[in-house]
């Protein structure tokens, strides 16, 4: 590992930059940018039980096999990242083919993962605008500001 | 996060669920139960940039630290499915307590992958919609009609 | 890797394997069947560290990356069991191919184990002993006889 | 399981573990560290299998099962990993309370590997040994050398 690029940031692994030129502020940018409006998860779930359905693979979709499903698709989004040592936000020096890669895995991961939430009858948006909730209260900003402490040593 | 829904969804997080008395078929009808209009999923990744940032937990949230978030949460989920044995669809017998865990579970790791998409720059709800697309051209309905194969198998 | 004994394995690696005609009693019997007295595991990690050496790939194992590794892995093993529906123990039914695939998946797991207790200074054959121990005073038998409780519920 | 090499193994699982204090130089001597002699992969597989019967759990122990708690405890040994960044060879830095906790969960994958094998009839010595052997094929020295390209991109 002679590259330049992979010594420099190893030398400051948790560097919050997005390439070797971007500014701090402009990665944090960059990894603010909204996610588009449409579709929503309703809508993705709408098109994933059409997909489904018109394949006749409801059959498959029991839930401990989208389970496992999901469990492959994230070995994959994790082989992504697997040899590249340090990956600063905003993934400075990563090739639009590679972007393109991690977009498949990630969607990959989410619609499996609305397809689960789907057929064991959970209200995914409505869960998780409940559990975010409930981690707000799990960790207070006073008492988790800047920490990684588990809630249950807060 | 004072949000009407969010308290609303809490209250009730299951409302779509199934009950241990339905019928299959009224599981399967369950299991089809449209998830909320919102929050969508842009909503969500601004709720969780705000978590963060009042924290000022931006700093512990590189891609790979997040990537390896989503592995321990995917573990949680799959931990919830481990000692039960096959669980038909709409999960039948399972109790309040149970469903209300296993949607946070299932949050959690949607909680996770839109952050690990936000901090890599990727545009979630456009990604997973032409990942759809894509995954229906690589099964087409006629030669993956109720199979299995994988598509370079058919 | 010219080792006699891995290539004598590589020629019958499913000699223990129950086949598809196996009665549920042989299957079980043929599920206790005993691993092979060699390799041991210093045996293997002695083959995964040449590996490794023969192909300057030391420089790649840090242990994040063959933690992700390890999380491929297991997807893929993962992927194995996802559209099959619950599969009863000895896998009745399962192709040669099948147990084979399955065998190298499990392999896989196997190997990036090891190699990341190695590159985390871990000493995992006694490490493995000592949880065994541990876990038999979590779980004494009179109270975790047939029951599926976490320790902390005993 | 008063087996005296397990209790003995119990007292020092660290025996082979890099000080914090260690240099680059020896932490990297300290992760080509030998495991130990024992047990070997048959003998924790005998193990295993005591343990589970002595509670009547083999009823537990169907191969989803288990692959969902060795997916169960791969989310816990990543969530060691998850917010520390960059992790050098060796662990330099990370306290023995911390390694310990690191041993208990590597531990705790193998034990599910082996009980998964061991339930599925796949002699895993044997298919690991043949598994590296196939592994040299598809990576020769010579093309792999430096490289982290998939085999099939030689």
């Not at 590992?1 to 701090?24: H, K």
């Not at 994230?74 to 082989?79: C, I, K, S, T």
Request: charged share 25%.
């Amino acid at each position: 590992m002679s590259d330049s690029t992979a010594q420099a940031s190893q030398s400051q692994p948790q560097a919050n930059v997005a390439s070797a030129s971007d500014s701090p502020a402009s990665s944090a940018a960059a990894a603010k940018a909204d996610f588009s409006d449409s579709p929503s998860l309703v809508e993705l779930q709408r098109r994933c039980n059409e997909f489904t359905t018109a394949r006749d693979w409801d059959q498959f979709h029991q839930p401990r096999n989208l389970m496992l499903a999901l469990t492959g698709e994230v070995g994959e989004l994790a082989e992504i990242f697997m040899w590249r040592g340090e990956c600063p936000v905003g993934l400075p020096g990563w090739s639009e083919k590679d972007r393109h890669h991690l977009g498949q895995e990630l969607s990959d991961c989410l619609i499996y993962l609305i397809r689960l939430a789907t057929v064991c009858g959970i209200d995914l948006p409505a869960a998780a605008a409940a559990k975010i909730v409930e981690n707000g209260r799990k960790y207070p900003t006073d008492k988790s500001f800047g920490s990684t402490k588990k809630y249950t040593d807060l």
